[in-house]
């Protein structure tokens, strides 16, 4: 399935919903509640059995992934500002805490759920020049330089990636209440 072209057209999430996506261990999707199904304009039929990056939109730098990937494989939850892309090539702007899950008895990891919210706009709007920056350095350095550019970024403003996130998307008890109670219906 080819991805759609972006367009400058932004979906405003209903604050009281949420999205849940679950993958296999690859990212191909197993599930998607049904606000993620009518959000990104696909029926559930093309979601599922697709790979998960079918949504990502091309705004994102590719070390948010790759920061993401080597947090979840390792088995720890991971918060990110993601900006996504729908079918119809809008966008829309989420927090989401990606969780991967182990088989109990050879401890692999067999699935990863991820439990979105809206984002706040001042997270947005805090995280769009970074975003932006990252994606410049990628495209000249490629993905080790905007990896040594953000550690360093964050080592410049004295936190760490967790507490930034934390502080950038405000409420962040709110949040983590949310992603705890997520977390708990969907076991």
Request: without cysteine; hydrophobic residues 35%.
């Amino acid at each position: 399935m080819e991805q759609p072209h972006p367009t400058d057209h932004e979906i405003i999430l209903d604050p009281k919903r949420y999205i849940v996506s679950k993958t296999d261990s690859k990212g191909i999707i197993e599930y998607g509640n049904d606000y993620f199904v009518h959000i990104s304009g696909y029926s559930e039929n093309e979601l599922i059995g697709k790979p998960h990056n079918i949504i990502r939109h091309p705004d994102m730098p590719r070390i948010a992934f790759k920061m993401m990937w080597d947090r979840i494989l390792q088995g720890d939850n991971f918060i990110a500002i993601v900006k996504n892309l729908a079918k119809d090539g809008s966008y829309y702007w989420v927090v989401t805490e990606f969780e991967s899950k182990r088989d109990p008895l050879s401890n692999e990891i067999i699935s990863f759920t991820a439990f979105r919210k809206a984002a706040p706009r001042k997270a947005i709007e805090t995280i769009t020049p970074i975003y932006a920056k990252l994606i410049e350095i990628e495209r000249q350095g490629g993905i080790a330089a905007s990896e040594k550019f953000f550690r360093g970024y964050l080592e410049d403003h004295g936190t760490t990636y967790d507490a930034f996130i934390d502080k950038t998307v405000g409420n962040s008890g709110v949040f983590k209440v949310f992603f705890t109670l997520m977390k708990k219906l969907f076991r």
